[in-house]
T-cell receptor, first 112, second 113 residues
Framework: QKEVEQNSGPLSVPEGAIASLNCTYS??????FFWYRQYSGKSPELIMS????GDKEDGRFTAQLNKASQYVSLLIRDSQPSDSATYLC????????????FGQGTRLTINP | NAGVTQTPKFQVLKTGQSMTLQCAQDMNHNSMYWYRQDPGMGLRLIYY???????DKGEVPNGYNVSRLNKREFSLRLESAAPSQTSVYFC????????????FGEGSRLTVL
């Protein structure tokens, strides 16, 4: 089992719809969770962080965390073509020295 | 406002050649990282340095060495390049290893023939 797992996609969503990206993780002791966005040919950039169970909203983005199910998701409302990118889930593991472990990323395409 | 700067941006090597990727950050961050990114594999941690003077192996350290030259600089060396090391390499930094916000350099695309 991969430590952080995402559906690699591609995920295709019509413009204006809600895009839902999912991520599961194996380290039950993990405390902090992040979503990075990476445009093609560019470096990743942080868009959301979440530390406690529930929802966290920032503009059109909502991160959801369920530690009991070891599941974190990212919802993008009113999807725009500019949201087309690869979204990387990252988990700060507590086993051993803390370090960020990334999932393989989900490629999202928003269709006009 | 440079952030994280890595060089070179592109490099082609022959099998067995050596090279060093350079990385520098100007944000006074304590922790620095080297990741590689391959299609369908996401970002995999090669080595990291939690603070100046320390380095630790990540998920895929074989074939690489690192040096934390000072607080600003963290280099990655390939002693004898292999085709399996063809990848895009990203350097990143953060305030600490417990901080989840990593700031990435623009990446270095390495091809080993």
């Amino acid at each position: 089992q991969k430590e952080v797992e995402q559906n690699s996609g591609p995920l295709s969503v019509p413009e204006g719809a809600i895009a839902s990206l999912n991520c599961t993780y194996s380290d039950r002791g993990s405390q902090s969770f992040f979503w990075y966005r990476q445009y093609s040919g560019k470096s990743p950039e942080l868009i959301m962080s979440i530390y406690s169970n529930g929802d966290k909203e920032d503009g059109r983005f909502t991160a959801q965390l369920n530690k009991a199910s070891q599941y974190v998701s990212l919802l993008i409302r009113d999807s725009q073509p500019s949201d087309s990118a690869t979204y990387l889930c990252a988990v700060n593991q507590k086993q051993g020295a803390q370090k960020l472990v990334f999932g393989q990323g989900t490629r999202l395409t928003i269709n006009p | 406002n440079a952030g994280v700067t890595q060089t070179p941006k592109f490099q082609v090597l022959k099998t067995g050649q050596s090279m060093t990727l350079q990385c520098a950050q100007d944000m006074n961050h304590n922790s620095m990282y080297w990741y590689r990114q391959d299609p369908g594999m996401g970002l995999r941690l090669i080595y990291y340095s939690a603070s100046e003077g320390t380095t630790d192996k990540g998920e895929v350290p074989n074939g690489y060495n690192v040096s934390r030259l000072n607080k600003r600089e963290f280099s990655l060396r390939l002693e004898s390049a292999a085709p399996s090391q063809t990848s895009v390499y990203f350097c990143a930094s953060s305030l600490s290893t417990g901080a989840g916000e990593l700031f990435f350099g623009e990446g270095s695309r390495l091809t080993v023939l």
